[in-house]
């Protein structure tokens, strides 16, 4: 059974980078139908998409997010990995990670992480 | 941008069944799928391309999509049906979710 795990600091100070790593087991991430996302949500908010990569480096990003938002892939590893630079208040949240199946058939997120609460504060 | 609206909040007595819309600009022409958030838990994709179930999810659960709205119907809902539903689509490159739908079963 696919599992995505995300991992990283549980707090962040302001102006400062966000980084989260989401570790896939159980598959693949070098399969093509594929890409792997970032979402996050804030507490007590919807659903916020952040972006998605797939295993060759082919990257979408939310345009509200995309001039502070880095997402990288490392194959040898079976992870993928999510930079917020300058993050502010705005920016805590609940971040899933979360596999995308990606084509002519829709696209859709069939398996997520348990997500990681980032809390930004001095 | 694109946007996709839902009602905040749908109630429905326990085996009755409800219905939790959907709407954004030519939504039919696109596949819609739904997420099932139970409190403190991770998104579960309940139906994807408009109207197909994954493996392990009910048979209550059905979906359709047409003209602007798509529209996830639970038959015979039950009080674990209790939950946040998001829709959400691709479009212009980017993944939409509505603003979340909270199905409350009393």
């Known amino acids: 059974q696919l599992q995505l795990q995300e991992s990283g600091p549980g707090l962040v100070k302001p102006s400062e980078t966000l980084s989260l790593t989401c570790t896939v087991s159980?598959?693949?991430?070098?399969?093509?139908?594929?890409?792997w996302g970032w979402i996050r949500q804030p507490p007590g908010k919807g659903l916020e998409w952040i972006g998605i990569?797939?295993?060759?480096?082919?990257?979408y990003h939310s345009p509200s997010l995309k001039s502070r938002v880095t997402i990288s892939v490392d194959t040898s590893k079976n992870h993928f990995s999510l930079k917020l630079s300058s993050v502010t208040a705005a920016d805590t949240a609940v971040y899933f990670c979360a596999r995308q199946m990606h084509g002519y058939g829709g696209n859709y997120f069939d398996f997520w992480g348990r997500g990681t609460l980032v809390t930004v504060s001095s | 941008s694109y946007e996709l609206t839902q009602p905040p909040s749908v109630s429905v007595s326990p085996g009755q069944t409800a219905s939790i819309t959907c709407s954004g600009d030519?939504?039919?022409?696109?596949?819609a799928c739904w997420y099932q958030q139970r409190p403190g838990q991770s998104p579960v994709l309940v139906i994807y391309q408009d109207t197909k179930r994954p493996s392990g999810i009910p048979e209550r659960f059905s979906g359709s999509n047409s003209g602007n709205t798509a529209t996830l119907t639970i038959s015979e809902t039950q009080g674990m049906d209790e939950a946040d539903y998001y829709c959400?689509?691709?479009?212009?490159?980017?993944?939409?979710f509505g603003g979340g739908t909270k199905l409350t079963v009393l």
């Open positions: 030519k939504l039919g022409n696109k596949y």
């Open positions: 159980g598959g693949s991430i070098r399969t093509i139908s594929y890409y």
């Open positions: 990569i797939n295993y060759s480096g082919n990257i």
């Open positions: 959400q689509a691709w479009e212009n490159s980017t993944v939409v």
